[in-house]
């Protein structure tokens, strides 16, 4: 299935977690927290501001960014687990 999604929004899929810390130790799954960055699969048009003019967004897909904890709403497409959130709860983009 293809999500598109709309306006200044995006599609994004968490990184995958760490099961072990360097020094071995496993990390049960209620310990775990949701991790904070993910890989944009694909992005809305851009933002309409109110004199009608279309702002491109700087987020582009392929991109490795970071978002706040609660940031998005989570969604499943084909069975994998992902988010969809607006440009400005974007915290920063990975080099």
Do not use: C
Not at 15 to 28: M, Y
Not at 56 to 74: C, H, P, S
Request: glycine content about 12%; charged content about 35%; proline content about 3%.
């Amino acid at each position: 299935m293809n999500v598109r999604p709309l306006q200044d929004r995006l599609l994004v899929r968490r990184v995958e977690e760490v099961e072990k810390t360097k020094g071995g130790i496993i990390i049960p799954d209620s310990a775990k927290e949701r991790p904070l960055e993910g890989n944009v699969i694909s992005v809305g048009a851009g933002k309409r501001l109110e004199d009608g003019t279309l702002v491109a967004l700087d987020v582009k897909a392929g991109d490795r960014i970071l978002f706040g904890k609660y940031a998005g709403t989570e969604i499943k497409i084909d069975g994998l687990d992902h988010i969809i959130l607006r440009e400005d709860e974007v915290l920063g983009v990975l080099e």
